[in-house]
């Protein structure tokens, strides 16, 4: 059961394609790191907004578990990939990176015009 309500956001216009469908589990050790990484992933959730061909985001945070999970939707691999590479992404990754108790991401090829949500992609990880 999440805390607080999944985080959704989706582009005005979600491109041509499948796109590809990135999902991430993120496990913390220390509970005492869940407020400073809710921040850094709100910062990038803006940055994920903004970025050239995403077209959409999902967030579940539970932060009693130390558990965050994304959906995201790209337009292409290079999209996703020249993302990944840009701050804050870039910088979180590797603050953060040592502080993972479990770290995990998949891609997988999407649908043409149907927005991938947690329960779609948790199909799609399984």
Partial sequence: M???????????HVGDGPGVVVVTHLHLRRLRDVPAFFRDSLAIRAQTMAAPGARSLYLRAQPLARHFT???WWDDEAA?????????????MRRWGPEMREFSNRSHPGTAGVVPTVQTAAALSA
């Fill in 2 to 12: 999440a805390v607080i309500p999944d985080l959704p956001w989706t582009a005005e």
């Fill in 70 to 72: 994304t959906v995201s």
């Fill in 80 to 92: 996703m990939r020249a993302f990944v590479r840009t701050d804050p992404h870039r910088s979180a």
